[in-house]
């Protein structure tokens, strides 16, 4: 497979509640699969990892929804929260930041999406329905990524087969998985289910963590997203 070229065009430290991060932006100069998808990525990075081996890596798809306007349709800000959380507490590890909204469709496919699961579709039909693929995103992008930060090897913190999978065929070397385990609210409780049942997602039906705050109700545990 012929390897992403990407350019390193900027960086800066961020400080965040859990502690400090380098956060690197990678472009690449080749044209976008989608018009809705940017050609931009980000590495936000802790401590040494250059030509280390087992970093814990979370490879993270930009979620509008959730991450900016507290969307509890699903758990994507707890997951990328979790993953920093896990980082600091380690000292070293990385997170792949990929603007790959709505699993790969864009925002605007995502909405449309969003508009047929009121309806009654779940996740994987609201997609099917606007003829999409269930699951658009690609890995060869996070795989340069990691190469040009020189991450050797991974741990990855994921419960998706297809992403390990993904980033394996492009060459990322993954010693072991690491689950994100994250309690379903009443709003995302049907949306991770799915997950679970219809998208082959390595989790319990009912993992142990911490509730999503919900401003109705909270349901008891669920599947969770990736």
Known sequence: MKAKTLHQVAEATLPTEHGSFDLVLFRSDEPAAHPGLSNEHLALVMGDVAQKRGVPVRV?????????????????????????????????????????????IGLANKLRAYALQEQGADTVEANEMLHLPVDAREYDVAAAMLRQLGVESVELMTNNPDKIEGLRKNGVVIEKRIPVLVQANRHSKQYLDVKRRRMRHEIPSSPRS???????????????ND
């Open 60 to 104: 993270h798809s930009e979620c509008l929804t959730s991450e900016v306007f507290g969307s509890l349709k699903c758990d994507c800000k707890q997951q990328l929260e979790q993953a920093q959380l896990a980082i600091a507490e380690r000292g070293a590890g990385v997170i792949i930041y990929l603007r790959q909204e709505g699993r790969g």
């Open 210 to 224: 911490e509730p999503i705050p919900d401003p109705d109700s909270v349901e008891p545990p669920q599947a969770v």
